[in-house]
């Protein structure tokens, strides 16, 4: 049982963490775009891909669209940045898929116990593609659900399918 509470306050400190980070980010907004434009200006499509890729790791207002954006104000080749933004994004929904399969999904057992572990496990199993569909389609958090899609043990093939490709359709269709 203390070992249970152990993986519990973990999961708990990892939730208030992404929230830490969504808030205060929510709170500097402004800063963050006078980042994005600034450096996006300064250091050209590489620094482009590479805050697509960070944004996207974590929960936060300025996501792959508004870097997108400022990238086609500035001028630059519209299909190159659209490719970049599809890019950064998949690759780092991948590693918070991943990240959620190989640490969070034994922290989650620990944590809620095998029993709703398994109740909520035949849940997403249930209804994954659907599931998937709706949060890469929404407005909806989806990197939280990447963690969680990895953490209950989505099928990958599943993940790509149906959550990656109607993300890369929705990034392009919102660029």
Known sequence: MRLRKRYQLLILAFFLLMVGIFVLSSYNVDLLKEFVFEAISTYGYFLLFILVFVSDLFEQ??????????????????????????????????????????????????????????????????YDKLALLIFALGPVPWVTFCWIAGAFEIKTKDFIYYGLTARAFKIAFVL
């Not at 954006?69 to 190159?80: A, D, I, S």
């Open 61 to 126: 207002p300025v996501g792959p669209y508004f870097i997108g954006f400022v990238g086609v104000l500035l001028g630059m080749n519209f299909f190159l940045v659209l490719f970049l933004i599809v890019v950064g994004s998949l690759l780092a929904s991948c590693v918070c898929f991943f990240f959620g399969k190989k640490y969070f999904s034994k922290i989650m057992e620990k944590g809620v116990g095998m029993k709703r572990y398994d109740r909520y496990h035949s849940l997403l199993e249930k």
